[in-house]
């Protein structure tokens, strides 16, 4: 079995040991020499390049992807080569394009904060004063971890974004400002025979735009809530034909709604704690889906697991020459580094810790993870 | 922070996903191409050639073992060159040398069988005389899975052993054959500035001298034997000097003695269930351990774990094409795979299982292990 990972970053390095464990050999289309995938590099190329993609294609079982950048011409030519492709191009437009993605969810009834497409500022200016002074504009495309996204109070603030275009004729999405009390993020997997199955809901913590922390499950959250956010995710796994890991990004509101913010149709930050937290890991359970295999059971371990992302890490060191300290003070939380260099705001690694006392499964991840910081 | 790994088996391939995970590049020395651990091989070379290892030695920060089979003049050229060996050759000897092991055990006040070192058939007569009848002849070296290892009822049966000699200067080791109740495996972890950890022991079955499955904590074992078990293996480990992952096979005899079998210096089939049932598995341990890192916590996830080794595997297709069987029925057990061809009696992969209820986890890992047999 050869899975093909278009991709090279942390997300395909943490696909490695699930491939090794399952006997999988996975194969990785890296976008350069040296990144964090590099064991399972099987070659560099340019991922927007069809003769490349077809190529790598050729040489494995099913193509499934580190990251969503994939361009729609390419994963078409995939498709019609008889390459089986998951998730596969009709499912991953919907991750590609935020205003395809609310079209879609809206047509669904799912639950999404009040939206619209806008060509212009005056579009923008009227958006912003329906929804009391403020908003939230995005471009349709190319945003990740809080790029691309920005608060206005008026449609000259995006005005440059409009001119840009970004490939999305122009238009841009506008949102209103979600009044929430947290974030949470339901991770589900689905295998194209269509079995389906789903973590619990996690609370995320972001910082600037970047997930920094991750509880799971989430904290005082009612059944109803659990359920809901379940049936959301399964809804959207099923209506948008979403094969392999799909991780919701959910807003819970001050009035006890749950939104629907941003989709990810593969293994996602939110589920990075399921690798030491859930009998399935989010990269075995995405494996098993793309080969269509029976999927694993997704309880956990302990009662809680906290997810501390290693941000930058250390400027004057390695990461490794921190282990002695952060190891030796903390015996029970698990350390992922994914072998890339520090830099401000990079994600260079997580740690996470399990237990029954959320208190102190929290003070162990976060007590771990602050020993990388300088 | 690169480790060395001489030897391509499937301990080797088992440290692969620990090492991703804590960002240590490792580099193995295989045997021959296509092996087990074939995705982190460095290079394919004679383990029995200096200069061959030396060469691999150069290269990494520390050497260590996916067997016991490296020559002392090997070893000590190693060491000679200022290449951290962990174990070192000192230690390992006892590994290589079963005479040795019992000389030094019997030295250290250690709970051994009766035994005696026997050059000739007369001498075997008269141990076999002794202890009523029986006897378990081993070759000094050599021998592992059952191999190198004769009960007999008289020293003729053993005859064409003293004539290889097999290195051991013709001698051979004799046991009395142990009245045991069942065999038990107890496993511990020293870094070479001396910190050492013990994991619960463990009851292993074995059918024909191999090791058919392992029961994580060893059922029905009062707080004394589980102490007296973890006491033997650390005074082994410092004893002997054994850095890295030290495992202990013992017997429990019938009067309620504990015995020490054989010891091997690295990771061992008594600890795989600790790659899905402990808070840290034997091969990241291992890796913390030769590169005197902290070392991490022993603890259950659950209250049991069971892993039953498959063995040989199919005959009439691949292990791949079981899957779908064997996890359909059986979502919460962990499957991994050694990538090698099955042939009778191999050790081509193992299924581990764990929850509250021992029956039911020992039904789970049986039944999903008897899927990938014919």
Partial sequence: MRVGVIGGGQLARMMIPAAIELGVELRVLAEAEGMSAALAADRVGDYTDV??????????????????????????????????????????????????????????????????????????????????????????????????????????????????????????????????????????????????????????????????????????????????????????????????????????????RVLVNELAMRPHNSGHWTMDGSTTSQFEQHLRAVLDLPLGGTGCHERWSVMVNVLGGPVSDALTDRYPEALVGHPTVKLHNYGKAPRPGRKVGHVTATGDDLDEVAYEARAAAAVFQD
């Avoid at 002074?133 to 000259?156: I, Q, W």
């Avoid at 603030?157 to 122009?170: L, N, P, R």
């Avoid at 947290?182 to 689905?190: H, N």
């Avoid at 995320?204 to 991750?214: I, K, L, P, R």
Wanted: net charge negative; charged share 25%; with cysteine.
């Fill in 51 to 256: 003769e490349t993609v077809l190529a790598f294609g050729r040489d494995v079982d099913v193509v499934t992807f580190d990251h969503e950048h994939v361009p729609q011409h390419v994963l078409r030519a995939l498709v019609d080569a008889g390459v089986p492709v998951h998730p596969g191009p009709d499912a991953l437009r919907f991750a590609q394009d935020k205003l395809l993605m609310r079209e879609r969810l809206s047509e669904l009834g799912l639950p999404v904060p009040d939206w619209a497409r806008v060509e212009t500022v005056a579009e923008l200016d009227d958006f912003i004063a329906d929804h009391g002074g403020e908003a939230v504009v995005k471009t349709p495309r190319g945003g990740y971890d809080g790029k691309g996204v920005r608060v206005v109070r008026s449609g000259a603030e995006a005005a440059e974004w409009f001119a840009v275009g970004d490939g999305g004729g122009g238009a841009l999405l506008v949102e209103e400002l979600v009044d929430f009390r947290r974030e949470l993020a339901q991770l589900v997997a689905r295998r194209p025979s269509g079995e389906i199955v789903a973590w619990p809901v996690v609370e995320t913590v972001q910082v600037g735009g970047v997930c920094s922390e991750v509880i799971a499950p989430a904290p005082r959250s009612p059944g109803r809530l659990a359920d809901v956010a379940a049936d959301v995710a399964i809804t959207i796994a099923e209506g948008l034909g979403v094969t392999g890991v799909l991780a919701v990004e959910l807003f819970e509101t001050t009035d006890d």
